[in-house]
């Protein structure tokens, strides 16, 4: 039987987008898009339609078509799509908010002048509520006098500087946040920017949206309301795919009635079997059904599951990636050519795994730097990964050119100012030099802790301390006397939970940096849903286990109806807020699709019969597919 080909079902989904982008009658629109389903391309597609259709339009009126993507891997590859054509500006929401605000250096200096006056309005007061001189009020007078001094600086400041990438720890530069902020502010408050983004732009494409921001997703969907006569907003996205902690939730909610709702159909990635699994998945949330490409093979999916407690985890998993070589006839699956792309639900248990829950675990348990520990971008461990992680593996690959650019480029001792005023600049040159080896041999005897490296740091002033860690980095020894004595006692009142997470987090030895690098740039065989969002690997194995998670974010046994729901999770259904419940299955749904050919799901508990009763229960897997391991 000849079975009718369905691979180009989607073309009337860039057809309506495409018939609809028009400059005299806009139309926004939000592109539904599953995982696999091929946005990339279409995207690509609208863009050359814009090229070929409106160039000279746009050409005429100084105008550019932007696209915002969530990580600088997605820009370049849109860019080398479309020949890196200059009509297109394809940015990160950082780079695309900062190119906007940029400019506005008084404004800024008005905002980041209101916001310091009141957080040091707030310290102070409750500074002058402490009972004593303890640690929370030693470090509480250290986040007041940096503040201070930064509110100081401001009016000397000609520009702002920001870098994506980079640490932002100068007096003129803002940090990742502030430049989020701002540009949702701005955009909200201030006509003249509104109208600069819909004059230069007017058309702006957002990829990832339901993972941009809030605030500035928000601050879009207000201008477009407000200049939809010449202003089209397309945002392409997938709920189910929402895994940042700041995307907007229900975002598919607040799409005005105008807009147009396209919707791919096809996933081109992975095979028959995988697409079912993943449907009934999104059974049990929005219910959005794709269909597997009609030359696509059937592929493999199958459950493991594992009863607890067990023995070694990693030789269980190595045996079952043994047994998916028979099942699948694939070799790929185990042995030296191996080739499988581990994932897990959570953070903790491949921080554990890989070796830097000490340096990840407190700061991704604190809720109000969780964001930045998991991109990477907290000013606090870009200083590590950034400046010091670089300076040693230099320093072990004896390449002194490599050590001298860094120290050329961040440290203040040989800076440009310094030396424009040093009479003696070969002296300045010795320091640096000095200072250098000096830090090298903390290595001598053990591995330092990131506390020893930041303490040298911040005595040889050898580079620039983030304000985060300032309050860490300045303490006296009798400070540290009175923070010790403190802490043998019970009832300290009011603690700042961020310095109590970096008083945890530094006490991490410096190995851990490398291991955290590896991990958030997703360069390690294991990972989770965050670092391969967007991407596919021919095999895949998911590990479920919810013992080593240790956290309340995600819990797949309540999920699949091995434990029972909380008070707390009734609570939030009745008032049809988010629960665990959603998160961990979008977040199963993120890692299950990642597959192109064969996937494995581990699954660790101590009830397997139910577990497994429950899955076939619910149509995910049948029993001919299930295997327990004792």
């Known amino acids: 039987m000849v079975t009718e080909s369905n691979i180009n079902i989607d073309d009337i989904v860039e057809k309506e987008i495409k018939d609809n982008l028009d400059f005299n009658n806009p139309k926004s629109f939000f592109l539904f898009a599953g995982a696999g389903s091929g946005k990339t391309r279409t995207l690509t597609n609208v863009l050359d339609f814009i090229k070929d259709e409106h160039n000279d339009r746009l050409k005429l009126n ?7 993507t969530y990580t600088n891997a997605a820009c370049d590859e849109i860019k080398s799509r479309i020949d890196y054509n200059p009509l297109f500006n394809v940015s990160t929401i950082h780079s695309f908010t900062w190119d906007l605000i940029k400019h506005f250096t008084i404004d800024i200096k008005k905002w980041l002048t209101s916001k310091l006056k009141v957080d040091i309005i707030d310290l102070e007061d409750k500074q002058s509520r402490s009972r004593g001189i303890n640690k929370t009020s030693i470090d509480r007078a250290k986040k007041i006098e940096s503040k201070t001094k930064r509110l100081l600086v401001l009016k000397d400041i000609q520009e702002f500087v920001y870098s994506p990438n980079g640490d932002n720890i100068s007096k003129d530069s803002l940090n990742h946040s502030e430049v989020i902020e701002l540009g949702a502010f701005f955009l909200n408050n201030k006509e003249l920017m509104q109208y600069i983004l819909v004059r230069k732009y007017p058309i702006l494409l957002i990829d990832e949206s339901q993972d941009t921001n809030k605030s500035l997703m928000e601050s879009f969907f207000t201008v477009q309301k407000q200049h939809k006569d010449y202003f089209t907003l397309g945002i392409i996205g997938d709920m189910m795919q929402r895994i940042y902690l700041d995307g907007k939730e229900k975002l598919e909610d607040d799409i005005p009635t105008d807009w147009l709702t396209p919707k791919k159909q096809l996933n081109h990635r992975s095979p028959k079997r995988i697409v079912k699994l993943i449907n009934k998945i999104r059974e049990e949330g929005d219910k959005q059904q794709q269909k597997p490409r009609s030359d696509k093979g059937e592929g493999f999916a199958r459950l493991f599951v594992v009863q607890i407690p067990c023995s070694d985890k990693k030789v269980i998993e190595k045996s079952i990636a043994e047994k998916m070589v028979s099942i699948t006839d694939d070799k790929k699956w185990y042995g030296e050519d191996s080739e499988v792309k581990t994932l897990t639900l959570e953070h903790h248990m491949a921080a554990r795994r890989m070796g830097f829950d000490d340096l990840f675990l407190p700061l991704y348990n604190t809720n109000k730097i969780k964001q930045g520990a998991l991109d990477g971008t907290l000013s606090g461990i870009s200083f590590f990964t950034n400046t010091i992680l670089p300076l ?29 005023r040093s009479k003696e600049q070969s002296k300045l040159i010795e320091k640096a030099n000095k200072a250098v080896s000096k830090l090298f041999s903390l290595w001598d005897d053990n591995i330092p802790t990131l506390l020893d490296i930041l303490k040298y740091i911040a005595n040889s002033r050898l580079f620039v301390i983030p304000d985060s860690l300032i309050p860490i980095a300045n303490r006296t020894q009798e400070e540290l006397l009175i923070i010790e004595k403190a802490e043998s006692q019970e009832g300290e009142e009011d603690k700042d939970d961020v310095i109590e997470a970096w008083d945890k987090a530094l006490s991490a030895t410096f190995d851990q940096v490398a291991l955290y690098q590896k991990y958030v740039t997703d360069e390690a065989n294991f990972g989770t849903h965050q670092g391969v969002k967007g991407r596919e690997f021919e095999r895949v194995m998911v590990i479920l286990d919810d013992s080593e998670a240790r956290g309340n974010l995600f819990n797949y046994e309540k999920l699949l109806g091995v434990k029972g729901h909380t008070a707390s999770d009734i609570r939030r259904m009745e008032e049809g807020r988010e629960t665990s419940l959603d998160k961990t299955l979008r977040l199963l749904y993120v890692t299950c699709s990642r597959a192109k050919e064969s996937l494995a799901i581990v699954a660790y508990t101590a009830q397997p019969e139910l577990f497994a009763r429950n899955i076939v229960d619910m149509k995910w897997f049948v029993k001919e597919e299930i295997e327990f391991i004792k």
């Open 62 to 68: 100084n105008q550019k078509i932007a696209v915002i």
């Open 392 to 420: 040693f593996n230099a320093w072990e690959n004896e390449d002194k050119f490599e050590i001298a650019r860094i120290v050329k480029e961040k440290s203040p001792i040989i800076s440009r100012d310094m030396l424009k």
